[in-house]
């Protein structure tokens, strides 16, 4: 009897219903050497990351960014072709602001011949002005724009290339003669070319003057190829 009664107590006390845990696939891994599973979103590779959005930086911390360098556009319309070369090229022979110099007169041939002009300032007239400048006479770096006009010194080679030029001219016979002028840089070897060139105009002679011989040595000749 006891012991029924032990059993049928037993039968009565209240029974407590205990959580039921499940197994799911995120709690166990499959056998597997990536640990993608485990890793976080941090340490994913860039292509991985695309869906996730990064959050804004937290108060107290540096952000480094590198800005990307910034080409500038050019300002401007371009030259032309050509357009630097003559601009680099140009002369500049009247100066509106330059002093005037009082009893300076135009160059002759009779004044050129003379020796007691050794030394004094000739004008160049403005014809021959623009004689000499369609054969290329001028030179950017003889600073014809520091003056009011073209003028130019009477030096002792002057005087006996007019000389010499009087003399071709009284004889009537066709002579050639040759020159050779050596000097150093800034001797003055341009400007005796141009007193030269004054002094055949003067005459109404045919003028033929090679300003560069740098670019006939680069013309390519047919024959040469």
Do not use: H
Not at 13 to 37: D, E
Not at 185 to 195: A, N
């Amino acid at each position: 009897m006891l012991f029924r009664t032990c059993w049928r107590c037993l039968s009565r006390l209240p029974v407590r219903k205990l959580p039921l845990y499940s197994i799911t696939p995120q709690k166990i891994a499959a056998f597997t050497t990536s640990p993608s599973l485990g890793a976080s979103k941090d340490k994913l590779p860039e292509k991985a990351r695309v869906g996730i959005k990064k959050l804004p930086p937290q108060r107290g911390t540096k952000n480094f960014r590198l800005k990307k360098k910034i080409i500038a556009s050019e300002k401007g319309k371009r030259p032309l072709p050509g357009e630097r070369k003559a601009a680099r090229k140009r002369v500049v022979l009247i100066n509106s602001n330059a002093l005037v110099v009082e009893g300076m007169q135009d160059a002759t041939t009779e004044f050129l011949v003379d020796v007691q002009s050794r030394g004094q300032m000739i004008g160049i007239p403005g014809p021959i002005v623009d004689q000499l400048r369609a054969v290329d006479a001028f030179k950017p770096t003889q600073s014809w724009s520091l003056f009011r006009r073209p003028a130019t010194l009477i030096r002792e080679q002057t005087v006996r290339y007019a000389k010499l030029f009087e003399e071709l001219s009284e004889d009537g016979v066709t002579r050639r003669v040759q020159r050779v002028l050596t000097g150093e840089r800034g001797s003055g070897k341009t400007v005796m070319l141009l007193q030269a060139m004054t002094i055949a105009f003067l005459k109404n002679w045919v003028v033929i003057n090679l300003p560069d011989g740098m670019t006939l040595m680069a013309i390519k000749l047919p024959s040469a190829s």
